[in-house]
């Protein structure tokens, strides 16, 4: 399913958060939202949820104006990860996955032969077939974020919408998620905080700076030395990683008369060293 944000705007408290941002997620691919805190990659991937309306532009699925269609319908065809939803820990992981079946199921429908196959695929998809009786609250956080992408793919979504789903987990569950968010067979747009993860395993990078898109296309393209420098207020060292773009980030230089001295040349080194 083709995802097409065009022309869209955002007013938040009489603020305008997003300004007139046009991107376009060809069906089945992955896009990134980069940008620093308050860009408002957030509040775009909201649009597409139906949790901020914008008041100016659409968002289409399809060529279908996403606000325009039912609610449920909706949210059978956009599954969402959003952050902070560690709840629900006296579920099972079952209980909880199953819950990603609500758009599909009236007040007093139960569940379908259909409804419980798509929570066997979740669960096989996501590695958690072992886990489906336990409980949420003895999982690790690691094993709580599947548990959570597992409930929006119970959905069946053809569009996924991931809002920072590596925050607080550690390198290697980073890793395991985004392998498993890369090969699924959906329409992909999450915002992530670290250029490395975007540029290692999404298709197309958008780069949002004060709710106004900065760049967008492939990585090695986007997320220059220049870009990252003017959106992120950092120096970038930019170098290859396997045919991707990697990056070494060191604070800029604030020495008053504008010349950077021994003590910030070490500290800046040091980082450098670090990031490698």
């Not at 991931?162 to 390198?171: G, M, Q, R, S, Y």
């Not at 329409?187 to 760049?215: E, F």
């Amino acid at each position: 399913m083709r995802l097409d944000i065009d022309a869209v705007s955002v007013t938040l408290s009489g603020r305008d958060v997003i300004e007139d941002v046009s991107l376009a997620v060809p069906s089945g691919q992955f896009t990134a939202l980069v940008g620093p805190n308050g860009s408002g990659k957030s509040t775009l991937l909201r649009t597409v949820y139906r949790a901020h309306r914008p008041y100016a532009g659409t968002v289409r699925l399809d060529g279908r104006d996403l606000w325009s269609m039912p609610a449920a319908q909706a949210a059978r065809s956009v599954g969402v990860l959003m952050q902070e939803q560690h709840t629900g820990f006296e579920f099972t992981v079952a209980e909880m996955v199953g819950l990603g079946r609500t758009a599909h199921l009236g007040f007093f429908d139960r569940f379908t032969h259909e409804d419980r196959d798509a929570v066997a695929e979740a669960l096989d998809r996501t590695g958690l077939t072992a886990y489906a009786q336990r409980r949420v609250g003895q999982l690790s956080g690691g094993e709580r974020q599947r548990v959570l992408l597992a409930r929006a793919l119970a959905g069946r979504p053809r569009v996924l919408v991931l809002d920072e789903p590596t925050n607080h987990l550690d390198v290697r569950h980073q890793l395991d998620l985004l392998e498993l968010v890369r090969d699924l067979d959906v329409t992909v747009l999450a915002a992530l905080h670290s250029l490395d993860l975007a540029a290692a395993y999404a298709d197309a990078v958008a780069v949002l700076r004060g709710g106004k898109l900065v760049a967008h296309g492939p990585a090695a393209e986007v997320l220059t030395p220049s870009t990252i420098g003017e959106v992120f207020e950092v120096e970038a060292t930019v170098h290859d990683v396997g045919g991707r773009p990697g990056f070494a980030l060191r604070p800029r230089c604030v020495c008053p008369d504008g010349r950077c001295h021994w003590s910030c040349r070490r500290r800046a080194e040091a980082l450098l060293s670090d990031a490698r």
